[in-house]
């Protein structure tokens, strides 16, 4: 009679001993808080259509890869405040600007309390409720070049000397009334300070073309148009 062996295969060698039996995995980690959503808020109509005060910075340069414009539009009525914060980037196409592209609009609202020449915003973003925005503004002036001034080199170009702020061509200033701001946040050190004045409002131009690396106060068109000539010549 033919004899029949049952023979028992065991993967791995683990199959039939607990003390090699796989643990269960544990529970999924917990996912990221969600940003905090900020409060439904309705903007009153006298709010959004109150006077527009407006603050630019512009960052360009031969040197910078990316330039930048933000244009920061503050608006008040009574006690109630409404900022709204537009950017637009650009990258270097061989040493000129490319085409502006704009990013999602920013805006804040949160009060506007005024004593005597001081403007204290507290503000907070419509769409996330932790970013906020507390600054103290004083009325006074500023002098600003023209909307179409440029950035000329003080040091002549046959001197190997690099920290030139430059100055303005042309010359001429115009005193502006302006809200002069001190952001708590701020940590940029090419613009002083922020600064608004009413539409269509002024402008800090930082040009970085390498040795030099300057910036001031310039006036803005009055279609709020970008000038992207910032040096003497051809080139913007």
Partial sequence: MRSVVWI????????????????SPGPAPAPPPARAPAPAVVIPTELSAAPMWIGRT??????????????????????????????????????EIGTWKAQPVTTYVGTSKQTAKVVTLDLTNMADATDRISMQCRTTTIAAAPP???R???????????????????????????????????????APDL????????????????CLQGGGWRQVPADRSIVTKVRPGKKP
């Avoid at 600064?195 to 390498?210: K, M, Q, R, T």
């Fill in 195 to 210: 600064a608004f004045a009413p539409s269509p409002g002024i402008e800090w131009l930082y040009v970085n073309d390498d």
């Fill in 58 to 95: 512009f960052h360009t340069g031969m040197i910078a890869r990316q330039h930048t414009h933000e244009t920061q539009i503050l608006r008040r009525h009574g006690v109630l405040a409404l900022l709204t914060i537009e950017l637009r980037v650009a990258q270097s196409q061989m040493f």
């Fill in 8 to 23: 028992a295969f065991l993967v791995g060698g683990t199959a039939c001993d607990p003390a090699h039996a796989q643990p």
């Fill in 148 to 150: 179409t001034a440029v």
């Fill in 152 to 190: 000329r080199a003080t040091i002549p170009d046959h001197v190997e000397e690099c920290g030139d702020e430059g100055r303005w061509q042309p010359r001429t200033t115009k005193r502006m009334t302006v809200l002069r701001c001190a952001d708590d946040d701020s940590t940029s050190d090419d």
